[in-house]
């Protein structure tokens, strides 16, 4: 379920125009609470490049908007809405290697991105997602969701989080759930490895490598629904298992405790409200 969460970090709200496409390569960024700047090799929106020669990009955060300013032969100001929360709460993030097609496709990958904040720290190396995009759906968000419950591959090489806050991000819940799951020991960081999570006609299947006191193999099938007009993502856990063991119900009993507003829990449901 790490995994899920992974791949709907870039699933936040572009306020563009429903049909916006775009593609970006070799994307470096640095940011310090609230700005940041950073270069692609390439920048292209709906299929007409912003520069021959690469472009320069700058970030301000104001409120809880993300301007970004991209610059070349031909000026854009872009607005980044509903950023998950280690974007959102970020005090520095840097991220390098960076592609991103957003067509008639979603495809991203990225060769390390850390987001650090005073209450957690998440890194991920070797990312990679590719989504259908359903562009029968008006917002951008549920394009992409619709798209990515219908079909998805995703892959991380190497992922770790540690948050300290009370009411966690989804990805940190996720991730805690499973390590305190498998680990007698609910303290320090979580480091996974090696995820493989692939989602065909709603059904999902997850393999992953997890660092607990025995490190071990995590795998999870089940199925994933969205509802546009609600805004909330269903996910059925049918199993989760480290090496032979079942711990189900133990990544259950954790989720539990971390229900909010915007996750409810229900086995074998759990609903997240992204929207």
Excluded: W
Excluded at 231 to 259: D, H, M
């Amino acid at each position: 379920m790490k995994a899920l969460t992974l791949g709907l970090i870039f699933a936040s709200t572009l306020a563009l125009a429903d049909d916006v496409k775009v593609q970006v390569k070799s994307f470096n960024f640095q940011y310090d609470n609230p700005k940041g700047s950073g270069s692609a090799s390439s920048f292209t929106m709906s299929g007409v490049p912003l520069s021959l020669a690469g472009v320069a990009v700058e970030v301000e955060k104001i409120d809880e908007i993300f301007k970004i300013s991209v610059s070349g032969a031909e000026n854009e100001v872009i607005e980044f809405k509903d950023a998950p929360g280690f974007i959102q709460d970020a005090d520095h993030m840097d991220i390098d290697g960076l592609n991103l097609d957003l067509s008639s496709k979603a495809s991203i990958s990225m060769g390390e991105g850390n987001f650090n904040s005073k209450d957690s720290d998440l890194m991920m190396k070797g990312f990679s997602l590719d989504c259908n995009r359903d562009i029968a759906q008006k917002e951008v968000m549920d394009q992409l969701l619709n798209g990515c419950v219908s079909k998805m591959t995703l892959r991380s090489a190497d992922f770790s989080s540690d948050s300290k806050k009370e009411e966690k991000h989804a990805l940190a819940l996720f991730t805690e759930a499973l390590h305190n799951a498998a680990s007698k020991n609910s303290r320090g960081e979580t480091r996974v490895k090696n995820v493989k999570l692939n989602v065909e006609g709603g059904k999902y299947d997850l393999a992953a490598e997890i660092k607990a006191d025995v490190s071990g193999k995590v795998t999870s099938d089940g199925s994933l629904s969205y509802s546009p007009e609600k805004g909330v993502l269903t996910v059925k856990i049918s199993q989760v298992k480290f090496s032979i063991l079942s711990i189900t119900g133990k990544v259950f009993a954790e989720l539990k405790k971390q229900q909010s507003d915007r996750l409810k829990v229900k086995e074998p449901y759990v609903y997240i409200t992204v929207k």
